[in-house]
Structure formats: C-alpha cells, structure tokens
C-alpha cells in the first residue's frame, strides 16, 4: 500500500528578517526602505550579503521576507507592498509578469545551484546516485512535488530516470518551503533528501552523496525583478546591481550558489 508521509508546519509561517545593523530598529527618517521578498534558499545567505551592502550604503534599509517563491506569489498577488522579487523557479515570475506586476524590463537572471541528494552525517545507508532512490532499502526521501521552486527540478530528474512512479510513494513532503526538507533530514525523519545545494552549506547535520548531473534537469537558476507597485524602483535596481557584484558574488559562491547557466 502506497504511503505518503506530509510534514508538519513547522516552516509553515513566513520568515521576516530585518535586516539594519543586526537588529530590527526603525530606520532613520532620511533612509528609503526596502521590502524585498526572496524565496527559502536566500534566507541565511542574504544575511551576509547584506552586511557588505551596508558597508558600502547606509542611505538604504533593506527588509527580506523569506518564504516560498509560490507563498511570496501570492501575497505579492494580494497587494503587499514588496519592492524586489526574487524567485527560485521560472514559474512564479512568469505568472506574475504575465499579470503585469512587475517592470518586465527590469526582470534578470540571478545566480543558479545545482541539485543535491543529501543523508544525514553519520548516515551508513548505501546511497551514491539519484538512481539509487528507487531501492527497497530506501523507505523515506524527504523532497517537495508542489512546492514551486525544487519540486520543478525533482519532478524533472525522477522523470528523467523513470524512477518517479517508484520514489513518490516514499516521499516526505515539503508543503510550503524548501528549509522543510534540510530539517527532515537532520532529524532524520527522512533517510535522504532531494534539495538545493546551497541550501545544506550550513548545516554540520547532513552531507552530499551525490549532485544531479545536468542532462537530468533544467539548469537551476534564479531570477529577481523590480515590482510595479514599489515607489523605490531606483534604489529597488540599484539593490540588484550590488547583489550581482563580484563582492556580492563572491558570498553567494562561498553559499553553494553559482553564476547561471544558459
């Protein structure tokens, strides 16, 4: 019998970081501020990144809401007021290019990662290729299918290997963010997990056993946009030109990220 284990909520509510000098003060009353929202794999990340930023422009408070692209979508969708997109998938963006809630014009590519099958550290499972989730021996895989955002490349390289039909009934679930699957490994709730690279750069719980090659999947890459509704396009653009920097780069690098792939 087929068996489809869910998650619970624990990554389910949205994660703001305000980000202004390591604290979450008011900005003085001659600062513009930001609100960017980034997708779940950004969230440790832009927090370095950020404190380069600040060394170079403290005119500018930048706040991150940190959630899933599809999450972000919607609320962006509902009208908050969110000056910066920055997705992790195609699809969201598109939907709401599409819609024209966005400066088109102002759309970019981001940085990319790749795929990575993840086990906890100290995990003696013999597991070495994406292949391998399809043997007996493999009973949980944490991953996510509806989640915008990784399930686009999972569903891509399962398919690929034909595998899907055989590894979706063992699935551990992500609902609602990609941070779920890193935590389900970790406290082993899952055996392996299916998961952005850059997602498991900080964590000393689990480890790499494999990267997917790329004949696999689509080339992992991001993107971010200005949104139609900000009243700070100007300092919005400027914030993307510092976060494709070399300096800014070279943090998102250190974080298992990469220059995109065309």
Partial sequence: MKRMIKLGTLFSL?????????????PKTNTVALNVAAAGLFRDVLVKVDQLRQQENLSVVVNYTIAGSDVLKRRIEAGESFDLFIASSPKPMDELQQKGLILSETRQSFVGTQ????????????????KDLASDRIKTIAMS???PGVSTYTYEILNNLKILAQ???????????????LDAVETKRAEVGITFLSEVQQSDKVKVVATAPLNLHRPVVTSFAVLKISQYATEAKELMKFL?????????????????RS
Avoid: H, Y
Avoid at 14 to 25: D, E, K, N
Avoid at 244 to 260: C, D, R, W
């Fill in 244 to 260: 494709k920097s070399q300096k800014a780069m070279t943090v998102f690098q250190q974080n298992g990220f990469e220059l995109p």
């Fill in 145 to 147: 299918l509806e989640v």
């Fill in 14 to 26: 949205i994660v703001v970081l305000c980000i202004w000098a390591g604290s979450c003060t008011a």
């Fill in 115 to 130: 795929i990575a099958l993840i086990v906890p550290k100290d995990s003696q499972l013999a597991v070495s290729d994406f």
């Fill in 167 to 181: 590894v979706k009934p063992k699935a551990v679930l992500a609902q609602t963010d990609v941070r779920e699957i």
